[in-house]
């Protein structure tokens, strides 16, 4: 995918397609679950309305974070999506992985026929390619162009919140899909109905385990992480670059919301500037730093002098 092709991957994009696409993979296993009676169609079906109450969460949480800043948030209301995000970590969590664990375990101690199953097996395919597609667009959002290699520590030290969770709903999407065409590819070929109960329990599990690993990416943003060391070192370069400026003394950042950064630098500059020209210096060292990083919406430069 190009650079140009990435840069119109939107947050509203990759939510959209992801809640248009569990839409239709609720209506399709809601109909295949009540024709073939398969406790995977109905994990399935739970997968598919989890999904989409977290993306509606998260439709809800980007607009919301969207509100301009005010009296009683200084700052803006980007911190809202971490909230509606952490909602969408619990639903997955607390609804779908146990709920499939649960059935898959009675119809894997209580088997029984599955009816229609190459029709369940074609939704499933289906399911595999829409949740791909959703996936893939979360993915490029998230990688940046970025080495492949890295995308587990990207995916850790991203402020795109919004795109980890369709990140991890897709991909939670597209595995079930996948452990599901497997499970009953392997109950046509033996027969055993067993099979039906085991990959839902295998989905159940899967669920939780993502689930988890997005809370706890989730965590660190909402106690008020900083921002990655490539992006301070950029901040610093990008200040040092101002002429009139000895060092940068200490630097504090924080994301308050998607691509949205508060930095706070303490910088050393020459002593025989006047407080004009020092004024007009903070403020090039603002524009300075914005320019090479955009994120940075909030900057407070002060002046501190080296201890000797």
Same mark, same amino acid.
């Given at each position: 995918m190009d650079?140009?092709?990435?840069?119109?991957?939107?947050?509203?994009? !990759?939510?959209?397609t992801s809640f248009s696409i569990d839409l239709l993979d609720i209506v399709l296993n809601l109909f295949i679950t009540i024709l073939s009676g398969s406790v995977i169609m109905f994990t399935e079906l739970l997968e598919g309305i989890s999904d989409l109450v977290a993306s509606g969460f998260l439709m809800i949480g980007l607009k919301r974070s969207m509100h301009k800043a005010d009296n009683s948030h200084p700052f803006g209301y980007g911190t809202e999506i971490y909230f509606w995000s952490f909602l969408s970590a619990v639903v997955m969590f607390g609804l779908t992985s146990t709920l499939s664990f649960y059935f898959g375990y009675q119809r894997f101690i209580h088997p029984q026929i599955v009816n229609?199953?190459?029709?369940?097996?074609?939704?499933?395919? !289906?399911?595999?390619?829409?949740?791909?597609?959703?996936? @893939?667009?979360?993915? @490029?959002?998230?990688?940046?162009?970025?080495? +492949?290699k890295h995308?587990?520590?990207? @995916?850790?030290?991203?402020s795109l919140v919004e795109t980890k969770t369709t990140f991890i709903l897709d991909l939670m999407g597209t595995c079930a899909s996948l452990i599901g065409t497997v499970a009953l590819s392997i109950?046509?070929?033996?027969?055993?109905?067993?099979?039906?109960g085991l990959g839902a329990m295998? /989905?159940? !599990? /899967?669920?939780?385990?993502?689930?988890? @690993?997005?809370? +706890?990416?989730i965590r660190e943003l909402l106690i008020g992480k900083r921002a990655s060391e490539e992006t301070e070192a950029k901040i610093i370069r990008a200040a040092k670059e101002v002429e009139g400026v000895e060092s940068v003394l200490g630097i504090k950042t924080l994301h308050i919301g998607t691509e949205r950064l508060l930095v706070d630098l303490d910088v050393h500059m020459e002593s025989r500037l006047g407080t004009r020209e020092l004024e007009q210096l903070m403020d090039k060292i603002k524009e300075k730093v914005r320019e090479e990083v955009p994120s940075a919406r909030y900057i407070q430069v002060e002046l501190e002098t080296p201890r000797r």
């Amino acid at each position: 995918m190009d650079e140009k092709t990435e840069q119109k991957i939107s947050a509203k994009r !990759v939510i959209i397609t992801s809640f248009s696409i569990d839409l239709l993979d609720i209506v399709l296993n809601l109909f295949i679950t009540i024709l073939s009676g398969s406790v995977i169609m109905f994990t399935e079906l739970l997968e598919g309305i989890s999904d989409l109450v977290a993306s509606g969460f998260l439709m809800i949480g980007l607009k919301r974070s969207m509100h301009k800043a005010d009296n009683s948030h200084p700052f803006g209301y980007g911190t809202e999506i971490y909230f509606w995000s952490f909602l969408s970590a619990v639903v997955m969590f607390g609804l779908t992985s146990t709920l499939s664990f649960y059935f898959g375990y009675q119809r894997f101690i209580h088997p029984q026929i599955v009816n229609n199953v190459g029709l369940a097996l074609l939704v499933l395919l !289906v399911a595999l390619g829409t949740n791909g597609y959703a996936f @893939f667009l979360s993915f @490029f959002r998230l990688l940046r162009r970025r080495p +492949l290699k890295h995308i587990f520590r990207i @995916f850790y030290r991203s402020s795109l919140v919004e795109t980890k969770t369709t990140f991890i709903l897709d991909l939670m999407g597209t595995c079930a899909s996948l452990i599901g065409t497997v499970a009953l590819s392997i109950y046509i070929l033996t027969g055993d109905s067993r099979f039906d109960g085991l990959g839902a329990m295998i /989905i159940g !599990v /899967i669920l939780a385990i993502f689930s988890v @690993f997005l809370v +706890l990416g989730i965590r660190e943003l909402l106690i008020g992480k900083r921002a990655s060391e490539e992006t301070e070192a950029k901040i610093i370069r990008a200040a040092k670059e101002v002429e009139g400026v000895e060092s940068v003394l200490g630097i504090k950042t924080l994301h308050i919301g998607t691509e949205r950064l508060l930095v706070d630098l303490d910088v050393h500059m020459e002593s025989r500037l006047g407080t004009r020209e020092l004024e007009q210096l903070m403020d090039k060292i603002k524009e300075k730093v914005r320019e090479e990083v955009p994120s940075a919406r909030y900057i407070q430069v002060e002046l501190e002098t080296p201890r000797r």
